[in-house]
């Protein structure tokens, strides 16, 4: 899902400016997580405990240009 685009088939540059904004960021990654069967991310996303991993998330964006998953589970 990540190699030319990662939040819904969004450019890069649109992923990178949702993943910086934090609502966008928090409902696109609880939306992700849940699209791809990690429960246990999306209720960690959900609940709000998710806020270290968006921004490690946002860091990796940045710098690896795709999104990384931290939690497969």
Do not use: N, Q
Not at 37 to 50: D, M
Not at 57 to 67: F, P, Q, T
């Amino acid at each position: 899902m990540a190699s030319k685009s990662d939040y819904f088939g969004l450019p890069y540059i649109v992923s990178v400016i949702c993943a910086i904004i934090p609502f966008t960021a928090w409902l696109f990654g609880a939306i992700t997580r849940l699209m791809e069967g990690k429960i246990v991310a999306f209720i960690i996303r959900l609940i709000g405990l998710g806020f270290i991993l968006w921004i490690v998330d946002l860091i990796l964006m940045i710098l690896s240009k795709h999104i990384l998953r931290l939690l497969p589970i």
